[in-house]
Structure formats: C-alpha cells, structure tokens
C-alpha cells in the first residue's frame, strides 16, 4: 500500500489544480473530432506504433530531471507536423517503483495512454502494463497484463479490465499535459531558480530550486567549466535566486550543463 501511494504522489508532481482543456470548449461540450470518430481500439494502437517507429524523425523538446524527496520526474515531448504527437513522462521512487507513461495524440486529439509500471515490495517485483482506449475525449477501453518479470510480462496478452456498466474512472489527463509542458518549458511550479554551486571532490552541480514550490530542486552536473561557470563559482551571491541561462542535455538518466561554446546543439534549457 505504501508503494502504490508514493508511486501515485510520484504522478502527482505532473499535475497541477485547476481544469485546462486541449480546446478552447469543454471536452463534453464540443462536437466529436471526425479524424477519431471511428477509431478502434486496433487502428489506435496502429497509429501509436507509426508514432513509435518514427520517433526519431520528430522534434523532441524535454524537462530538467526534477526531485522531491526521494522523488523525480522527467517529461518528454515529441511532434511534427499534422502527424501525431507523444508526451512521456517518467516517475521513479528510488529502487521502490518507476512508471513510464505515455501519451499518443491524432490531430490534437488525445486517444491512447500507455502506462509501464515496475513496483519492488519485500515479496519480489510486479511489473504492469496498462492501456487506456480513448475516442472523442471519452475512455471506451482499458486492458493491462501483469507479472512478475519483464521478461515474462512481453510473452503475455493483455487481458481487458471490466468496469461496472462501462463506466470507466475519469481521469484528468489536459492536467497531465499541462504539468508536462510546464515542466519541459520551465514554467509554473517547475520555474527554476538558481540555488547554490556544490563542488565535491570529483563532481561539480548546479542546484536549481523551484520558485513555487521550494521542495521541488533539480541538479546539473558539470563536466566542462567555462566562464559562465567560473562566474557561478566565484560570484554566486550575484546569481542566487535568479533564473539562469544555460543548457543541458540528458545522458544516463543524468542532466548535464552543455557549456556556451557547445549550446549549438539539441539541449533543450531554460530561458529558451
């Protein structure tokens, strides 16, 4: 019971109060998207499997790694023109849980939400596939397959979940998004500041608070200094509390400062 509650505090740093739409209208209260008025729960998963194939020919645009305790979470966002759209986030809560989750969009229309969940307990490991049907902003389907290793879980079918009179819980998922984006743009409670510089015998970081919510930080190693650096460590009174301009990239599940002289690269950063 502890696992699923810190996995499920571990979602929450996505989301945020509040009701945000994709449109300008609720999603109830607005005519059905003709482009997914007839998909089935098949040509779903076809379209969300195009999207996977081509994943690297998307623009890609992702988040500073963020922690809250023993908490972290990082987003992802991947579009292109008229051709689908995919936001990942991924929750992990030290060796006790992580969860990868996605979400596939057709013509701005939300239709599939994929979920990966890996729970550790004093009994072993549970690993839980989980996918979420949705046409014209309504679930119409939920299947899962669960076991005990990853290996076993890809041999088994996905088995569908059976609701009372097919009502299916409501999920708040523009929230989702829009704790994404936040969280990639660097905006809202994910409004970094910077903190301090730590310097360790063999690492360097640059520690970023959040503005809104002082429990929200996030750390950049540094590699390579530079002259933007030198400034952090030798002036960092001049810096503190302040938004900073820099980049970074993620590698080994790491974020790590791309120095000035390289910022001609992919690194998404703040203040873009």
């Known amino acids: 019971m502890r696992t699923i509650f810190l996995l499920y505090i571990g979602i929450l740093l996505f989301i945020l109060p509040g009701c945000q739409y994709f449109k300008s209208t609720h999603p109830q209260a607005g005519l059905p998207d003709e482009a997914t008025t007839g998909m089935t729960d098949k040509s779903i998963l076809n379209f969300a499997a195009a999207i996977d194939r081509n994943i690297n020919d998307y623009k890609k645009q992702y988040s500073l790694i963020y922690q809250s305790g023993d908490l972290s979470v990082y987003a992802e966002k991947y579009s ?17 849980s992580n969860t990868v989750k996605s979400y596939y969009f057709k013509n701005d229309s939300l ?3 994929k979920e990966r969940i890996k729970l550790m307990n004093e009994e072993g490991s549970v690993f839980k596939d989980i996918r979420t049907y949705i046409r014209n902003n309504v ?17 088994l079918p996905y088995l569908l979940v059976q609701v009372a009179d097919n009502k299916y819980p409501e999920e708040n998922y523009p929230s989702d998004i829009k704790g994404i ?15 301090n510089i730590s310097t360790y015998p063999d690492a360097l970081y640059i520690m970023l608070k959040s503005k809104k919510q002082p429990n929200y930080r996030s750390s950049i190693l540094v590699k390579n200094k530079d002259t933007y650096i030198d400034s952090l460590l030798n002036f960092p009174s001049l810096f503190k509390d302040g938004k900073l301009k820099l980049k970074w990239k993620i590698e080994d599940n790491l974020t790590i400062y791309v120095p000035v002289a390289d910022t001609m690269t992919s690194a998404s950063g703040l203040n873009k």
């Open 111 to 113: 239709i599939l939400v």
């Open 80 to 96: 292109a023109h008229n051709d689908g759209l995919l936001y990942k986030t991924y929750t992990a809560n030290g060796t006790i």
């Open 139 to 155: 679930t119409f389907k939920i299947d899962s397959r669960t076991a005990s290793t990853a290996d076993a879980l890809r041999t």
């Open 181 to 195: 984006n936040d969280a990639i743009n660097g905006t809202d409670k994910f409004d970094m500041v910077f903190d």
